[in-house]
């Protein structure tokens, strides 16, 4: 059997939109191209996930863990996530994510293409709702950091780079960007139905998210520690281009 060329790796948690999001991977791509890893925590139900992904046909695994520390233990859950990942990119999925457009599979190709050493790293666009001075909303997109799709050999140069905390996404976008192999890839789009949470009403002590039932208290894990990562990539780049 032919190895995915997409793994998508995904955090779920009482996710009301987990069959919506495989859906729109569903529409927009090929099954033979897409593998799914999730991880559920022990406490819940797996069977809805499970049937969600056998119904799809994508290649897939569920992955239970015991509950962690909310958001302080996500950068642990998507390490073991991206080592068990067979393709040549993993995407950072979130469980209430849509996916807008065909072709964004072929967009990657073309990407890996550009690099003799296949180390990159992509974003596609975000659709979002701008208010404009006579209070119409419209739709409009943005290049963001969330759900970045990283190449194998991107990770494989450090497998322990991922921060502690939420700006797992944020971290591998400072590292990609430095190296000069970040690329956002225009005319793909994708939406999200993050939770949003009003200034006044937000707490500094707690950290919410998408795919998180309820808050988990968050203490402020951002170790950020890119000089020896970024390195270690660069490092890899010049072995490439003296062999």
Not at 52 to 66: A, D, M, P, T
Not at 187 to 202: A, E, H, L, R, T
Request: with cysteine; aromatic share 10%; proline share 3%.
């Amino acid at each position: 059997m032919n190895s995915p060329f997409v793994s998508i790796v995904m955090l779920v948690r009482n996710s009301p939109y987990f069959e919506r999001a495989i859906e729109s991977v569903l529409r927009t791509s090929s099954v033979k191209d897409v593998e799914v890893l999730v991880k559920v925590d022990s406490d819940e139900d797996i069977s809805p996930y499970a049937n969600v992904l056998k119904r799809s046909g994508l290649s897939h695994k569920i992955l239970v863990y015991e509950r962690g520390e909310g958001s302080n233990d996500t950068h642990i859950f998507w390490l073991d996530l991206f080592r068990l990942a067979k393709g040549d990119f993993i995407f950072m999925f979130g469980d209430d994510m849509i996916m807008h457009d065909n072709g964004w599979v072929e967009k990657l190709r073309e990407v890996l293409s550009l690099f003799e050493d296949q180390i990159v790293v992509c974003t596609f666009s975000k659709v979002v709702k701008r208010k404009f001075k006579n209070g119409v909303r419209r739709n409009g997109t943005k290049k963001g950091t969330m759900c970045p799709v990283i190449n194998r050999k991107f990770f494989e140069c450090n497998k322990e780079y991922i921060s502690p905390g939420r700006g797992v996404d944020k971290y591998i976008r400072l590292i990609a960007t430095t190296v000069k192999r970040y690329i956002h890839i225009r005319g793909i789009k994708f939406s999200v139905n993050q939770i949003k949470v009003k200034d006044k009403d937000k707490d500094p002590n707690v950290c919410r998210g998408y795919g998180f039932g309820g808050e988990a208290k968050c203490t402020k894990l951002w170790k950020f520690e890119p000089e020896k990562h970024i390195e270690k990539i660069r490092q890899k780049i010049r072995e490439s281009s003296t062999n």
